[in-house]
C-alpha cells in the first residue's frame, strides 16, 4: 500500500483534538482535516485527582462528535491517545471504560515519558536546523523538557505542572497577587533544579510546543516582534527579554483585560499567566537568548513513527 488514511484524536489535559492524515510510502503525509475542542478535562482535580463529571460528559460529548466526523473519511485506522490529566486520575479506570463504551474508543494513556519521546521525534522531523536546544512542552497539567545536542535526547521527562493545575493552585485565572505568582515560580524553579541537564545547557535556545507557547507566539505576533509575512507560527522566534515582557503585561492585568488582548484566545485568559511559567522559568534557568515555537510535537511524532513502521523506513 502506497497510501494510508489515519485520525488521531488527542485528548489532552486541557483541549482534545483530531487530525485526519493521509501518509505516503515517501515518508510524507498530508492534512486531511484538523478540529480543536477545549474540553479542561483537568479542572477540579486538584490533589484529589479525579476527573471531575462534568468534565468528563464535556469530554464524552466531543469525542463523539469527533467520531462522527471521521466517518466523513475512508480511515483505515484511528489512534486515539491521551496525556497527564488521565495519566494521574485515580478514576482512570472508570474513565477509560466509558470512553470505551459511549464512544468506542480505545484511548492509550501514554507515560510522560512517551509524550516527550513523540515531541522529541515531532521537533526533530519540523526542526531540522535546530541540532541542540530544551524542547519544553506545556500542556494543562504536566510539562514536558526534552534536551538534546546533535539531535540525541539527553533525557525526555515529565513533570506535574501545568497551566490549568498552576492557574488553580495558585489562584492565577483573574487578578493576580504577585506573591502567588513567587509561589508557582519557586514550585517550578525547584522542579527545574533538580535536573541534571539546567546545568550543561546554559545558553541553549528553548523550542516551545503547546496551547499556551502558541498563545505566546501569537500575541509576540500581534505587536509585530516576529517575522512579517510569515504564514504559519513554526520556526518563529522571540528573545528571552520578550518572553519576560510580554509576561509582565499579562500578569498585571485581570482576567476581563485578557479576554481583549489581541493573539490571546478569550478561553485560554484564566490559564495564560500559569501557562507561561513554565517558559518564563526555564529561560531564566538556563539563560535562554531566544525561544523558537514549534506547531509540530506529539501528533506529528506518532505520525512519524507510524510512517516508519507501516511503510518499513529507517
Known sequence: MQEKTI?????????????????KSDGSYRELYRVKEDTRLSKGMGESLLLQEEQIDKTLAVLKDYQEKIRLYSVDATYGITTAAVR????QADFLKRVKEEVGLNLRVLTGEEEAHYDFLGVLASLPDESSA?????????????????????VELSLPFGAVNLSEKYQLADKVAKEAVQAACQQITAAYEKQPFIKNNQGQPVILLGGANRSLAKMAEKKGWTKQGQKSL???????????????EIAQMDRKEREHLAGLEKSRADIIVSG?????????????PKVIFSESGVREGLIFELIQKEFKLS
Open 88 to 91: 494521574t486520575a485515580k478514576n
Open 134 to 154: 530544551v524542547i519544553l512542552d506545556t500542556g494543562g497539567a504536566s510539562v514536558e523538557l526534552i534536551p538534546y545536542r546533535n539531535r540525541q535526547a539527553e
Open 234 to 248: 513554526h520556526g518563529l522566534f522571540l528573545s528571552g527579554s520578550r518572553v519576560e515582557q510580554i509576561f509582565s
Open 7 to 23: 485520525a488521531i484524536i488527542d485528548l489532552g489535559s486541557n483541549s482534545a483534538r483530531l487530525v485526519v492524515e493521509k501518509l
Open 276 to 288: 507561561l511559567l513554565p517558559v518564563l522559568n526555564l529561560v531564566r534557568a538556563i539563560q535562554s
